[in-house]
């Protein structure tokens, strides 16, 4: 996906998250001012309808106010009555006040009167008292009849925010793994093309000089340069179709008593000759009869990898470090470097498939992002772990722990 439509999509979602998000809150409130309005209805038609069934404020003959606490107590009785029939469930008090200058005091109220905090007062004026009925604010009541309403809403919302975040999660994983197979393409081009070309130039140099061809140093010398390319070339392939084949754990593990001393030695045999220009400094602490049931064959990729990229990330005098120990039923390799460390946020990432630590076009260091997605893949299949972390003084160090007795898959 281009960049410009890959942000025209992320702003529309954005805007459709807000609209919807606005809507959802503009109906709830439209269905809590309706309710309000309606109750608050109800419970003044119920006040006047009491009123005026028990004759409160009609005067007395001479003009003068026939409310007792008697009559207030039963007007309150009468009230809650009929709130308990019409299913409101509202706390609510009664005064009778009267005019005391510029205010109005209370001069009466029933006697189970409630000390109400955030009150709702309809007022009935019958000169010269006014009649006061206090309830509780219903928002409480409202929302709690409208809680499964509430829930559903904001469900829905929660979950078409979880589905947007997911799709983003999703197009921002989609568009990483295509910029890492785009530069997986690039590092695959750019070390098919060396040893092709190294080989290609010996054989034509061979070819077209015959008197070169027929010095037996010069030509060996030669011969070596194109079996040493294609023996890189073989590497490669090796490794890819290996990450290829054995994703998902396809092939049964072929458990053997591997003893990892004599498997280091061989490796450490391997990588001077690899590296004949650099001088490795080996600072080896594992015993000849330290030994783990595995894979044979993916527990030499496991080491050879991480032993490769020790000493390819390290200066040309690296100090690698190789220790192994058994405890408790596992066994833990560590493997320490002097290079140029992992920055702590690709710790994680180091072990995904194709992921390469971003640094621009250079091609100073040969990779493609398969060799720790390997490790990860075949230590998972043991039914061990794997972590990255720096070492002591600089550098990275690799910590794989398998199980001794292996792994019943």
């Not at 309000?36 to 009123?51: G, Y």
């Not at 390319?229 to 990450?243: D, F, G, N």
């Not at 076009?361 to 039914?383: M, P």
Request: aromatic residues 8%.
């Amino acid at each position: 996906m281009k960049k410009s439509r890959f942000r025209a999509v992320f702003i529309l979602a954005v805007l459709s998250m807000s609209v919807l998000t606005a809507v959802e809150a503009w109906w709830v409130w439209r269905m809590y001012d309706d309710q309000r309005t309606s109750l608050l209805r109800r419970v003044s038609d119920i006040f006047d309808s009491m009123i005026y069934r028990h004759g409160i404020l009609s005067p007395a003959p001479d003009g003068s106010s026939r409310l007792t606490p008697g009559m207030l107590d039963r007007l309150a009785a009468a009230v809650d009555d009929e709130f308990s029939s019409a299913g409101i469930d509202l706390g609510f008090g009664i005064e009778v006040l009267a005019a005391a200058g510029a205010e109005s005091v209370a001069v009466m109220r029933s006697a189970d009167a409630p000390a109400l905090t955030d009150p709702v007062r309809f007022d009935r004026q019958a000169c010269p008292l006014v009649l006061r009925l206090s309830v509780d604010n219903p928002r409480p009541m409202i929302f709690g009849g409208m809680r499964w309403i509430l829930l559903a809403s904001a469900g829905i919302v929660v979950l078409l925010a979880a589905t947007f975040l997911y799709i983003l999660h999703t197009l921002f994983r989609a568009k990483s793994l295509e910029m890492m197979r785009r530069d997986l393409t690039h590092n695959i081009t750019h070390e098919l093309k060396t040893p092709i070309a190294v080989a290609y130039a010996s054989c034509d140099a061979l070819r077209s000089m015959p008197d070169m061809a027929r010095d037996d140093a010069v030509r060996g010398e030669y011969l070596d340069m194109v079996l040493s390319q294609l023996s890189s070339l073989s590497q490669m392939v090796e490794q890819i179709l290996q990450a290829s084949l054995d994703e998902g754990g396809r092939a049964p593990l072929q458990l053997t008593e591997c003893y990892l001393g004599p498997l280091v030695d061989s490796l450490m045999r391997e990588m001077n000759m690899k590296y004949a220009s650099k001088r490795i400094a080996w600072h080896v602490d594992v015993g000849q009869d330290v030994a783990v049931a595995a894979d044979r064959f993916l527990l030499t990729g496991i080491l050879a990898n991480l032993i490769d990229n020790a000493v390819k990330y390290s200066s040309r005098e690296p100090n690698i470090g190789i220790e192994a120990s058994v405890g408790n039923g596992i066994v833990t390799i560590r493997i320490r470097d002097d290079g140029c460390g992992i920055p702590q946020r690709d710790r994680r990432r180091i072990f995904e498939k194709f992921y390469r630590i971003p640094r621009g076009d250079r091609h100073d260091t040969r990779g493609y992002g398969l060799g720790l997605y390997f490790v990860a893949t075949a230590v998972a299949r043991h039914g061990g772990s794997v972590e990255a972390g720096g070492a002591h003084g600089g550098g990275s160090i690799f910590t794989v722990k398998l199980p001794r007795y292996g792994r019943d898959e």
